[in-house]
């Protein structure tokens, strides 16, 4: 039982921070600001499937949590990439 109001509790949280880091995407000021806010997203859409995952006691969650957290990494080094040099991939 305490285990459900934990769970449940930060699953309400997360989905807090969520709202904000997709606010903070969208209206960025800038470039910098938009790629800390998609990095700071892919981080917490991982812990909300590590909490399903408690919550519901299956392991299909953190199988999902584990490709959302390499797609994150990944996508957060393009991004960073892309800003410093204006291309990803180097054609020499």
């Not at 769970?7 to 921070?17: A, D, E, M, P, R």
């Not at 209206?27 to 590590?50: E, H, K, M, Q, Y």
């Not at 299956?58 to 957290?69: C, N």
């Amino acid at each position: 039982m305490l285990i459900n109001l934990v769970t449940s509790f930060s699953l309400f949280v997360i989905t807090i921070c969520l709202g904000m880091c997709v606010y903070r995407c969208i209206v960025g000021p800038s470039l910098p600001d938009r790629v800390a806010a998609s990095d700071c997203l892919s981080t917490n859409i991982v812990a909300l499937f590590i909490v399903l995952g408690i919550k519901f006691a299956t392991d299909v969650y953190y199988d999902a949590a584990l490709v959302i957290a390499i797609l994150g990494f990944l996508s957060s080094v393009a991004l960073s990439k892309f800003m410093i040099g204006g291309s990803i991939f180097d054609r020499d």
